[in-house]
Each structure stands twice: as C-alpha cells, then as structure tokens.
C-alpha cells in the first residue's frame, strides 16, 4: 500500500490551520480509525537519529547516513511516529534534507503512511543546522528584556529550523532559575516568574505565528530547575504553594498562548518522579491549565522509572504508569521495545485503547497543524533557505542589549580624568583568561553538539571576544595572552612580568566557564575557579586597571576578587555575534543596556533571590553580589517623582498606572528598563520583600527628561494562599522603582 497520505503529499487536503476546528478533528477521527493497536503505539513513539543510522546508537559511523534495514524496520515494522536530535554533531542544510527526505520516504510506506514528527534542540537559533544564525542562549535573551526582539528572534530561528526540514522545536525553556549551581541555569530566562512567563510566550509566538512555523516544546514541566542538591535530575521538594507561585505560571501563561507541546520534567518532586505524577500531568496540566497539545517525556525518562527511580517493577510497569500518568510520547529514544510492549498492555487491558486514542489524536493534531498530511513531511526545497543576512542583523542586536555592565568605577591609569569604560585613548591592551579566544565559550550547550565544546562544528568565520577586540580597536594596541581553563601559577607569573601600568592601558580579563549542560555541568561549588582569581590578584598587584568580563551561564561568586576590578561585564552565553557586541560595549560603540535577569549572590552559599522573604533580611542575610535588574549604561539616568496616577485607593480588579521621571545625566542617548516592584505589606502568607510587577523600556536622549508610566492589574498582585489557591486579599501595597517609593490602598472583597 502506498500510504494513506500520498494523495497529500502531491497537494490534496484540506487547507491546515485555516480550516474550521471540526474538519480538523473530523480528519484526525478519520485517520484513527483506520489505526491499529500497533500503529497507535508507533506514533506514540520517539527514537533517536542514530536507531536509523549506519553504526551504533552513541558510536554513529562518520560520515552519519541512514540505514535502510534500520528505516524499514523503525518506520515500517514499529511504525515509529516521531524522530529527534542529529546522531552526535550539527549537518549542514543538505544533510539535513537528506536525513528528512529519507525517513519520511520510508514513512509513506508503512500502511499508516502518516508522516514522521521531527523534533530538534534549536534552543538559541538553529544549534545543530551548521553555517546557521546562532544568538544568545535564553538568560541573555533575558537580560535584554525586550520581548519583541525575542520574539523576532525565535521567529528567524523558526525560518532556519524548518527549512532544514524540521517542524519541532524543543524550546523554550520555561524552568525559573531560583539556583545558581543548577547547570541548566543558562538556558532559562532568569529567576523572576513574570519575566519567564513574559520572554516565554514571545518566544512561543515567534516560533508558532511567524512566517514559518513550527511547533514550540515547554520544558521542563515542571519543577525541574530547583533540586535540592543544586545537581541535574536529582531530588526536589516543592510544596504545592510554592509550585504555583513560582514555577507553574511560566506554562500556563505558555499554555494560555497556545504552545503546541509539552516536555516532562525528568526529575522528582516530592518524591514523585514527574512521569509517573498523574496530579501534575493530568489535573493540573490538563485539567486546570486547560492544556490541549502533546505532552512528550524527556531522554528515555520512562524506562527510568523502573531504572533509576525505582518506582515501578520492569519497564511495562513503567510504560503503564507513564501512560496513565498522562504522557502522550515517549522519547525513548534508543530502544525499540517501548512500542511493542505498549500495544502488547492495550491488548492485555492494562491500558485502555481509549486512553492511546487520546494520545495519538494530539500526535496527529500536531502533525495536522505543522501540515505534515500536505507535505509528507518533506523539506522544502533548498533554494528556498532563508538568506542569513536577513537574520543575523536580530541575533547580532538580542547579543549587544544582553551585555550587562555591572561595575565601572575605575579610572585609567594613564588617562585618569576618564572613566576605565569605554575604553578611551591609545595605550595598549591586554586582553587574558580562558573565555577571551574561544567562539564555543560564547554559544555555550546545544551548538553543534550536546556539550557545545568540539569547535570543529562552530559557523565558519564568526569571531572570539579577542578577534573582535582586535578588529575594534586595531590589531596594534592588543596583546592576547592566551590561557586555557586549566592554566597555572607559571602562566601567570609570565602574564605578570610584563605588564606595568607604564606600557598598559588596561587588562580585559575573560572570565567564566566553558560549555556544559545538564549533568555535565553539576558542580561542587559555584565560587569562580581559583586560578582566574589568582589571575585577578595577579593583574591587580602590577596597577595596570582591570575589566573583567564574564562568559558563562550561572552566576559564579567572586568576592574576593571583585573589588579588585574596576569595571565588570556579564557577557552570558551571547553567542555568534557575542563577540562583536562586548567589543561595541568595551569600546562605547555601543551604550549597553542588559539588565541582570537574576540575583548574583555574593557568597557560594547565599543564593537568595529578588522576592526573597523579609526574615531573610536579618543581619546581612541579603547582601548579593548584584540584585536582580542590575545594569549602568555609560550615560547614568536618575529616576525620580514616583507617582500613582491612579491616586491612593484602587478597587478589585482595577488597573493601577505609576508614574516615573527619568532625566539622562550623561551626554548619550541610552535605553533604560524601567522595573517596577510590588510590595503586599501584610498578608496571610509571609509576602514577598519584592515582587516584579511590570516593566517597560524607554530610550532617553543625552541630557533629557522623560516621564513613563506604567500599568500594573491589581489582579496580578494575589498569591497563593492557606488553601494552595490564588487570592489578592485587600490592603496596603507599596510601589518601588529604584529609591523611588509609593503606597495605595487595595479595597474590595477577596
Ligand atoms: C534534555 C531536554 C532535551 C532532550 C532532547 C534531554 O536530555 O533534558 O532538554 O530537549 O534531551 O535532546
């Protein structure tokens, strides 16, 4: 049989997303009733690249090609529904279309014909299409705090991902960072739920409503990013409370905007592994959130839970409790008794084919939506890949509005009636430390491979920190002394003996971390490395002026050391165009913009956060490094005459606008952020010291004053109450941006 969908593969259907909701429907009922029990558990599957690929699952042959034996046997005999990843490193476009023009080949001829869902990790541009435009990784994307740029720039990742023949993206990251040590910090949008909601369904949009679209994942639902050890999938405890204050409202405000899928969180909770929490899956996701879409587990997450979590007796007891708990597909990924087992517990009773109906209805819905049923799940014709310089242009902006100048106190040595930022005059620089020449220090994780750390695999041609430097400021003026991550006290010493404040302006010292993600990236201790300290020290004794700019993806302390910098740079994960943008910002080309999307704590034991509680004030209990929203621009703004124009009482429900005045102290137009808190004085659960409870971009010009205003729904500012529902109880609330206070009185009933 050629395959149900043949006939759509050559153009004949029923115009998807334009089409009323019952003829989709009425489509996917058609096509599931002609399923079996055994194709019903194929598309309900999902296996990796490399169970189609010549070699071994982990050990693909170079160069990576498909199997056909593999193929016939994956797509045809288990009727697999859903491929994702590359087999180890990024390919080019034709490679890509290669791979996805041949699997969905064999996919149109197994008796379903139903075409295959791929799914990739594209989560800052297209991570594993090489040559492509790759951007800041979430936590910068956050610091930039404009939601329009971010949603422009999933919209032109959207553009590469499918034209490189896939329509899934595992992304974005909607876990709210609330721990310096947990090695996914990076990839989230920072430790404020409002902001994660806020980046989270622009990022959505973008990738769901442009020009091309492609389905977005929410991960990792939900309460993955707070374990109690600080290490990858490892334990947490997070009571219901604080479930729904803090991590929960990212996805449904995602859910709400209409994300297409979900991924489980691979952790525990409470002593619950997610893939087995029916009450999360199931009554929350669906039944409170209203979620509708497909609902995929993590990397081979089922089968832990009867290997690792040891919550279930072999892996059908697993696949029963999964299924159960509400999971739709598992990306299993590197076995193929997932399927075979699942239709053999429908046939037993243990699952009722119903609940697979539900399950694969979703999987087809998805399908439907991305237009799979039209197209085949064919690449569209190469000629057609989006020309990268219409893209790079938003990667290259998200990079510069990321960078967050942290500290510029110093003065130059030789000019010292300048500021040490920007870096002014004619003197020479040294530029030092293990983050400065390296391109995969910029881009972080998922580029070009997993751990992003193999550079045979980064764009072509795009610059380090210190080529950018160079072609800034002129090859003459800089001297690069290169160092790797492991570098001792000798290359210090040589660092050191020549340098003197007499032959050098000032030391750009990289700092940071090099590539890492989930258990690769667990740590002992998030203090910075010892070596880039004594680095520091080292710099600091001979007088020449130090700026220190730090690449990396989670906040490591530094206290010792940093006083002894005079200025201060929090670079993230920028990504390709990461170098030209702290090169604009060292030099002034660029007036920087960032604001800290998190709180740097000051100690490696003392990670609190903006909406920290009042007792955790006591003493120096909140004495960070930075507070969250940090960020000078080299024009200082001064904010004054807070004002509630909506005078001092509000009623239920009515929306309260703030009035601030910025005047630009400085010569330069800048972009200030401003961020409003709110402050519940008394309530029936200990409040927060601070809540972000809006925020709004203005650009000042040198030397002007403006005034902004904006608006905060007094529905916003509930919590969680004794009884784990949301409530806004009635009574005074302060106001706070900057120094700047205010105070007014909520009436009404609750
Ligand atoms: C990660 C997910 C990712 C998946 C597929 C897992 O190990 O936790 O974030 O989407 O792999 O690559």
Redesign the pocket.
Known sequence: MAGLFGLFATGCTVPPNTAPVSSKDAFIDSVLSTLTIEDKAGEMTQLTLDMVCVGKPGKVEEPHRLDPDKLEHVLVDLKVGSI??CAGHAYPPEQWHEFISGIQSKAAEKPSGIPVLYGI?AIHGTTYTTGGVLGPQQLGLAATWDTTLVRKFAENAAQEVLASGIPWN?SPVLDVARDARWPRFWETFGEAPKLVSDMGVSMVKGYQEGPSPIAACL??YVGYSRPLSGKDRTPAWIPERQLREIFLPPFAAAVKAGAATV?VN?GETNGIPVHADRHILTDILRDELGFKGLVVS??EDIRYLFKRHMVATDYKDAIEMAIHAGIDMS?VPTDTLFPVLLAELVHEGRIAESRIDESVRRILGVKYDRSLFETGGMPPALVDYPDKVRLEGTAARAALESITLLKNEGQHAIYPDQPILPIGGSGRILVTGPTANSLNALNGGWTGTWQGRNPKYNTPGRPTAVESIRAVFGEDRIALAELDMEFGQADIDAIVRSLSPRTTQCAVVFLGEMPYT?FMGNVETIELFQNQQDLVRAIHATGVPIIGVYVGGRPRTHHHIEPLMDAFIMAYLPGDYGARAIADVLSGDFNPSGRLPFTWPRHPSSHLTHDCKHTELNGDGFNPQYTFGSGLSYSPVQTTELKILTGETANMGDTITVEVTLENKGIRSTTETVILYSQDRVASITPSVDELAAYKQVVVPGGATTTVSLDVSTRELGLIGRDNAYRIEPGTFGLRVKDQTAEFELIGPQ
């Open positions: 994702l990843n990790d595992f991960k990792h991924m691979s993590d990397w990306m989930e």
